[in-house]
Each structure stands twice: as C-alpha cells, then as structure tokens.
C-alpha cells in the first residue's frame, strides 16, 4: 500500500483488556486460583456448575476492581448487581458466565500515554467490570480431539474497556504498556500475557481524516502479547483501507490473529445487537461500596508510576528517559526509593540504579528482588564519592565488585581495604605533579606553548602515578595552577 493512499485514512481503536486477579481462590468458590497445575485439579462442583451449587462473592475481587478503578480516575458504583451472559462453549461448563453488564464496578477514567509524537494523550475509558474467566481449549495435544483444562474456570478477572480514543498501533501498545505497568504496581495481576493471564480484544475501524463518522469495526480476539496486538491492527487497518478503496463492505465480524501469518481470520460474523441474553444473576446478592471501603482501600495503594515519573522529572530534575525506565518496573522503581531514602543526590542514584545495577541484573539473568546489595549500602557508596574519598571510577571498577561479593560490608571499609581512599593532602598530591612533570618534559613544554587540552594527558600520568589514589578534583585545580606558574 502506498503512503499516499495510506495517509488518507485516520484509525479508530478500542480495547478490552481482560486482567486476571491474583486472589488466593476463584471468583465465586473456594477453588485454587493457580497458574501451571495439572489439567482438572483446581475444579469443584461449584466450578462445573452442578446443579444445586450455588455461587459466592470473592470480597478479594471487589477490593482489587477498586484498587484500579482509583489508579485510572473512575468513578465507583456504590450498588452493583451481578448477570448471567449466556453463551455455549465447550470450556464454559455452566453455559454462562457470571458478570456485570448493567451495574460495572467501575466507570468513566482515563489512561495517560504517549502518542505517536511523543505527546501526553489521555484514552478515556468507559467501565470496568467484574467477572469470571472460561476454561482453555487446547488444540495442539491431541491430532484428533481437542481438549478441555477447566482449571482456568471461574477465575476472577476484570475487564477495562476504553473509548475508541486509540489512533494508532503504536497508541495501542502504549496503553497497553501502561495498564499492565498499572495492575503490576497495584499487585492485582502479574500482567503475563505469554500466560493469558492479561487478554486483549482490539474494536478496529478506519475513516477519511477529517470525518465524524466512524467506519465499520471489526473485533479482533485474545491476543496475547502487545507485539501481536500492534501487528493485528495494523493488518487490520490495511486490510480496511485495501476493501474500502476497491469498493467493497467491510463485514463487521469477530476475528483472530494468526501469530505465525502476521494476519487475521474470520471467526464468526457479528450483529449490531448481541444476542447473549443478559439477565439479573439470581444466586449472588448485590452488593454496596461505601466510600469508606473506598477511602480505606486507597489509603493502602502504593504510589502510582505517573505519579512517581512527575516526581522524578518536576523535584529531582531526572531526565525524560531516566524517570521512564525507573518505573517501567515496579520493583525498580521501589529500590530507587530506598536508595534516596539515604541520599539527595538524585541523579547519581539514578546512574547507578540503570548503569550497574542493572547491568549485573541483565548478565546474570536476576530480578531486583534477588541483587545482593541493599539498598541503604548503594547510598552509601554515592556518600564516599560525594564526600571525595573514592572517584566515581574506582567506585564502579572496585568497590562494586568488591561488594558483590562482600555485600554485607560497608563501601567505606571495603575501600579501606583495598587502599583505593583518595589522596586530598596537598603535599601529596604536588609530590605527584612535579613526578608527572619530571617524566613529561616535553608534553609540560608544549602545554606552556599553549596546548593547554594536554591538561587531560598529564592529569592521566598523575592518576597513573598515584595508582588512582589523588583526588582528581583537587589534583586537577592544582595541576593548572602549577603549570600555568611555570
């Protein structure tokens, strides 16, 4: 497709992202919510849907459908009713699942991202709401038959719709980016989409730029990772384009994406009207939030990322990029706290924490939870550096390694004993430069010549000289000045 043609066309993008809860038991029975147990084991009657069982609310649910409703700005439904949405599946053994089609948990938001230029945008969301997870079919065991893991049954799950406020693949995966940073740092989901624990339907359409009208949506279903979810929409916007230049009608269906293809395939065609047959769930009683649940649930939230980002940038001075790779994790994010818990020195944490902490995290395949050093002692290696008794160098050359392996150990002694304490006495450090102009005679002269850049050559011999011991602050100021008097 060309560019020109392709420039024509402005995207229209919705999405449901469906988070799995990390409670302890399903939705509405005493079933172990586990990933990665074998097939059929975490199943009850209540799970298979026998008749005479009854269901019952998992209050954990409520509290953690609150938790995000918070983080995204929405409004909370103080009385809620629950429905029945009635659809057969082979892995749905009630044939129906439990939700909230009238009363969601949640309504109105917004999700804060980037756009395709790098600017704040704000996605509107339009509701969050509670309900249970199917089962897994699983196609690729046996050549013959398709099997059924009902352990996935029951799980409880919410579901974040967003406006159609998307207008682009990119934008897409910014805001998936963020709702996952967001349930990760609220602890209500692991945000695993390899595991399906994190889902994504996609709404796509196209329209003339310029226009009001919204083209014919397509839904594209279950997509497990943000690549293929970037990949389908943008199949799914050239394939839009592609029919509506030759003329033809883009059937509004449900379809799925072919990871291996890179395309998408009809699964089923879709009216505009469902035909699920909500209706009120007889055996769950509505239940009522009070704002002091509310108040009390917020109260226990952790600090949010976009809160954290607007610090980092607006009161420690970080950079752009910094902030952003600081809290992309959750947990590189709370170390960074501990750190400046001891220190003011904002930026030299920041280097340290994406230099090489990270680093030795990256190599040796870990998570901050497993790094050896604590926090309290990194803050204490950026105090000896401050207060000039190690440079910056000796620092991450020796020091760092050294507490690697000693990390119960303060940086102070491990420098002690390594002997690596700068040198600041000035007897010393002018034994070092009138060394250095003895065995650089005729670098020192060329400098009185006025090669005054050879500073950096000759500041390297007394380095050499003083086995990294001279105070480089001190020796530098002192060097000029010795030169500058010859």
């Given amino acids: 497709m060309t560019e020109e043609i392709r420039s024509k066309y402005q995207a229209v993008i919705g999405l449901e992202v469906h988070a799995q809860m990390l409670t302890k038991t ?53 009385f809620q009713t629950f429905d029945r949405k009635n659809y057969f599946y082979p892995d749905l053994p009630k044939g129906y699942q439990i939700t909230q089609d009238h009363t969601p948990i949640c309504s109105n938001g917004v999700v804060h991202i980037k756009d395709e230029n790098g600017r704040d945008k704000v996605i509107r969301i339009t509701r969050i709401h509670m309900e249970e997870d199917a089962g897994k079919s699983i196609h690729d065991v046996d050549v013959n038959d398709t099997l059924v893991d009902l352990n996935r049954a029951g799980i409880p799950l919410i579901e974040i719709v967003s406006e159609p406020d998307i207008r682009s693949s990119n934008e897409a995966y910014n805001y998936l980016t963020e709702i996952r940073k967001l349930v990760r740092y609220l602890g209500i989901c692991d945000g695993n989409m390899e595991e399906s624990s994190l889902r994504c339907d996609a709404n796509i359409s196209v329209m003339l730029k310029g226009s009001d ?72 009683l509505p239940i009522t939030v ?43 994010a709370m170390f960074y ?55 910056s160098t000796v620092a991450s050359q020796k020091v760092f390694p050294a507490l690697l392996e000693q990390p119960e150990v303060s940086p102070l002694k491990i420098a002690e004993s390594l002997n690596l304490i700068q040198d600041s006495n000035e007897d010393s450090i002018l034994e070092y430069i009138n060394e250095v102009i003895r065995q650089n005679s005729s670098e020192v002269d060329r400098y009185k010549n006025g090669e005054k850049q050879l500073t950096g050559f000759l500041m390297g011999q007394l380095m050499k000289i003083s086995k990294g011991k001279a105070d480089p602050k001190a020796a530098n100021q002192m060097m000029r000045s010795v030169l500058d008097k010859l």
């Fill in 26 to 78: 399903k939705a509405y029975s005493s079933d172990v919510n586990a990933f990665g147990a074998t097939p059929n084991t975490n199943i009850s009657v209540v799970t298979l849907g026998h008749p005479g069982t009854l269901p019952k609310m998992n209050k954990k649910t409520i509290e953690y459908a609150i938790r995000m409703g918070l983080a995204l700005e929405s409004d909370i439904t103080p």
């Fill in 290 to 332: 009070s704002q002091k649940q509310i108040d009390a649930i917020k109260a226990e939230m952790p600090e949010l990322p976009r809160n954290l980002f607007l610090k980092y940038t607006k009161e420690f001075g970080l950079s752009d990029y910094d902030a952003y790779n600081i809290t992309d994790s959750k947990e590189l």
């Fill in 337 to 391: 706290e501990e750190i400046i818990n001891s220190t003011t020195n904002y930026k030299s944490a920041a280097n340290w924490l994406m230099g090489d902490v990270k680093s030795y995290l990256n190599q040796n395949g870990l998570e901050v939870k497993d790094f050896p050093i604590k926090a309290k002692t990194i803050s204490e290696l950026i105090k000896i550096i401050d207060e000039g008794k190690i440079s």
């Fill in 213 to 284: 009208t919204f083209g014919r949506r397509v839904e594209v279903k279950n997509m497990n990772s943000m690549r293929n979810v970037q990949k389908a929409i943008e199949f799914e916007i050239e394939r839009h384009i592609e029919l509506i230049e030759k003329g033809e009608i883009i059937a509004q269906e449900t379809r799925s994406f072919d990871a291996l293809k890179g395309t998408t395939i009809s699964m089923r065609s879709k009216e505009a009207a469902n035909d699920y047959r909500f209706f009120p769930e007889p055996d769950l």
